[in-house]
T-cell receptor
C-alpha cells in the first residue's frame, strides 16, 4: 500500500463546477499536507499547505484535512479551463515529502 | 529571473552514452533535489543535498551520480544510459526547515534514450 493514494483520473467537469479532489494516507504521524499543481510539461508548483486537521481557504481553493479518517481534500470553486492540470497531494514526513501519484483534472469550456 | 533553472530542457541520446543535466537556483535555498517522473507521472525522489552535503540517496543505480559544487548548484551525471532511464528529471530546491514554503521545481529535462 502506497503511503499517499490518489485516483489518477482523469476527472472531467464543466467550467464553473465545484471540483473535489481527494487523497488518503496511511501514516497517522503525518502532520503537514500540501497540494501541488502541475501543468503539462512544467514542474509542480505549491498550491496550498495545511497543518494537522482543519480547513484552509485561498481564493477559489479550499484544502481540508480529516486526520481521523486520514483523508485530504482540495475543493475548487467556479472552476476555470486554466485549472486543467494534474493535482498532487503530498504529506510531509519528517521533512521528506511523500507524493501521491496525482489526479488529472480537465475543465471543459 | 528564473528561480530554478535546469539545462538542457530536452535530451535525446543513444544507449550506452554518458550525459549530464545541470541545475541552478537563485532563491537562496539550502537544499536541492533531483526527482524522476516516469511515464505514469509518478514523482520519485532520487537525491537531496543540504548545503552541499548528501542527505537523501534513494535506491538508484550507481550509474547516477549527483554533484553539488555549491548550495546553488546540483548536477546529475548519468553513465551508460539505458532505455529505462527515459523520463522527465526535475530539479527542485527548498529551505530545509521551512516546511510550509514548499519546494520550487524547475521545468524539467525530458530525457529520451534510443
Amino acid at each position: 500500500q502506497k503511503e499517499v493514494e490518489q485516483d489518477p483520473g482523469p476527472l472531467s467537469v464543466p467550467e464553473g463546477a465545484i471540483v473535489s479532489l481527494n487523497c488518503t494516507y496511511s501514516n497517522s504521524a503525518f502532520q503537514y499536507f500540501m497540494w501541488y499543481r502541475q501543468y503539462s510539461r512544467k514542474g509542480p508548483e505549491l498550491l496550498m499547505y495545511t497543518y494537522s486537521s482543519g480547513n484552509k481557504e485561498d481564493g477559489r481553493f479550499t484544502a481540508q484535512v480529516d486526520k481521523s479518517s486520514k483523508y485530504i481534500s482540495l475543493f475548487i470553486r467556479d472552476s476555470q479551463p486554466s485549472d486543467s492540470a494534474t493535482y498532487l497531494c503530498v504529506a510531509d514526513s519528517n521533512y521528506q515529502l511523500i507524493w501521491g501519484a496525482g489526479t488529472k483534472l480537465i475543465i471543459k469550456p | 529571473d528564473t528561480a530554478v533553472s535546469q539545462t538542457p530542457k530536452y535530451l535525446v541520446t543513444q544507449m550506452g552514452n554518458d550525459k549530464s543535466i545541470k541545475c541552478e537556483q537563485n532563491l537562496g535555498h539550502d537544499t536541492m533535489y533531483w526527482y524522476k517522473q516516469d511515464s505514469k507521472k509518478f514523482l520519485k525522489i532520487m537525491f537531496s543535498y543540504n548545503n552541499k552535503e548528501l542527505i537523501i540517496n534513494e535506491t538508484v543505480p550507481n550509474r547516477f551520480s549527483p554533484k553539488s559544487p555549491d548550495k546553488a548548484h546540483l548536477n546529475l551525471h548519468i553513465n551508460s544510459l539505458e532505455l529505462g532511464d527515459s523520463a522527465v528529471y526535475f530539479c527542485a530546491s527548498s529551505q530545509l526547515t521551512d516546511r510550509v514554503g514548499g519546494y520550487t521545481f524547475g521545468s524539467g529535462t525530458r530525457l529520451t534514450v534510443v
